[in-house]
């Protein structure tokens, strides 16, 4: 097997690799927050993450998708991803 064919490997189709600026747990939920080639024609490079399963081996998916257990939200503007990161802390810490 080629090294190119080993990396085609390591990124499924659908996925980028994960660039992880914060990383926190509330409640046993883990929140991410960070950057990522977003190649689906689209500018939005950074995200905020969560659930147990949303990063997977440092690879997330590159569409937005969201549920009560995993998500993954897409933003062109970092200070609007920094801000979701820090309200959906605050959502979960009131969901004691």
Request: glycine residues 8%; charged residues 25%; aromatic residues 12%.
């Amino acid at each position: 097997m080629t090294r190119k064919e080993d990396d085609t490997m390591d990124n499924p189709c659908g996925t980028t690799k994960a660039k992880v600026f914060e990383h926190t747990e509330v409640n046993g939920i883990p929140i991410y927050f960070g950057s990522g080639v977003n190649p689906v024609n689209s500018p939005a490079q950074f995200f905020v993450a969560w659930g147990k399963e949303a990063l997977s081996g440092g690879l997330i998916h590159t569409f937005n998708s969201e549920s009560a257990e995993k998500g993954f939200r897409w933003f062109i503007d970092e200070d609007e991803a920094e801000s979701e990161y820090a309200k959906l802390q605050q959502i979960l810490a009131s969901c004691l």
